[in-house]
C-alpha cells in the first residue's frame, strides 16, 4: 500500500519565523512528487519534484526531495500571517498520473 | 483560474437518497479526478478519466461510480447515499504530459448526508 507521510500534522509559529514542513514516503513506482498550499478552498500547486538534490523554488518559498532517504523539505522563511494554510504533499505513483496524497501539515502564522 | 466548475456546491440529503455531483471543465484537459477530504484523512482518490468513457478506480471507490460522457463533464454518482459519505468532494483536472503534473482543483462540493 502507498503511503504518503507528512510531519508535523500541525505546527504553530511567530511572523518572521522559519518553518521546515516533512514529508516522507513509501510508495511503489515514484515519479514525482508535489506540494500544494490549501486555504479556505481549493488546494493550489506549489512545486512538482522529479530529481534529488535540486531545490525548487519560489519567492520564500523552497522544497528539495532526496529520493534516496524517501523525503522531501518544505520550506518557508520569514513567514507571514499570509502563509496560515494546510500544506498537503503528494506523490504521483505508476501509470495514469494518480496521486496520493499525506494529510497536510495545518500551518497556523501569529502576528 | 483553470476553467472548472463544480455543482452544486452545498447539499444536504438524506441517507438513501441518490446523488450526483457535476464537474465541468472548459480547458479541455484529458485527465480528470475526484477526491474526497475528511479530517484526520487528507484528500483520498475516488475514481478518475483518462479520457472520454475510460475511467477508473480510486483507493475509496465503494459506493460511487463516474461517468464521463465527454471531455467537459465528469459526473460523480452516489447510487445511495450514507452517512460516511458526508464530505467535501473536490473535482480536479490535470495537463499530465505538458511540462508539469500539477492538478487544478475546483472550489468542493459539500455534501451532507442525515
Known amino acids: 500500500e502507498d503511503k504518503v507521510v507528512q510531519s508535523p500534522l500541525s505546527l504553530v509559529v511567530h511572523e518572521g519565523d522559519t518553518v521546515t514542513l516533512n514529508c516522507s514516503y513509501e510508495?511503489?513506482?515514484?515519479?514525482?512528487l508535489l506540494w500544494y498550499k490549501q486555504e479556505k478552498k481549493a488546494p493550489t500547486f506549489l512545486f512538482m519534484l522529479?530529481?534529488?538534490?535540486i531545490e525548487k523554488k519560489s519567492g520564500r518559498l523552497s522544497s528539495i526531495l532526496d529520493k534516496k532517504e524517501l523525503f522531501s523539505i518544505l520550506n518557508i522563511t520569514a513567514t507571514q500571517t499570509g502563509d496560515s494554510a494546510i500544506y498537503l504533499c503528494?506523490?504521483?505513483?505508476?501509470?495514469?498520473?494518480?496521486?496520493?496524497f499525506g494529510k497536510g501539515t495545518l500551518l497556523t502564522v501569529n502576528p | 483560474d483553470a476553467g472548472i466548475t463544480q455543482s452544486p456546491r452545498h447539499k444536504v440529503t438524506e441517507t438513501g437518497t441518490p446523488v450526483t455531483l457535476r464537474c465541468h471543465q472548459t480547458?479541455?484537459?484529458?485527465?480528470m479526478y475526484w477526491y474526497r477530504q475528511d479530517p484526520g484523512h487528507g484528500l483520498r482518490l475516488i475514481h478518475y478519466?483518462?479520457?472520454?468513457?475510460?475511467?477508473d478506480k480510486g483507493e475509496v471507490s465503494d459506493g460511487y461510480s463516474v461517468s464521463r460522457s465527454k471531455t467537459e463533464d465528469f459526473l460523480l454518482t452516489l447510487e445511495s447515499a450514507t452517512s460516511s459519505q458526508t464530505s467535501v468532494y473536490f473535482c480536479?483536472?490535470?495537463?499530465?504530459?505538458?511540462?508539469?503534473?500539477?492538478?487544478?482543483f475546483g472550489e468542493g462540493s459539500r455534501l451532507t448526508v442525515l
Open positions: 503528494a506523490v504521483e505513483v505508476g501509470s495514469n498520473y494518480k496521486l496520493t
Open positions: 522529479t530529481s534529488s538534490g
Open positions: 480547458e479541455n484537459h484529458r485527465y
Open positions: 478519466s483518462y479520457g472520454v468513457k475510460d475511467t
Open positions: 510508495v511503489t513506482n515514484f515519479r514525482s
Open positions: 480536479a483536472i490535470s495537463a499530465w504530459g505538458e511540462n508539469t503534473g500539477e492538478l487544478f
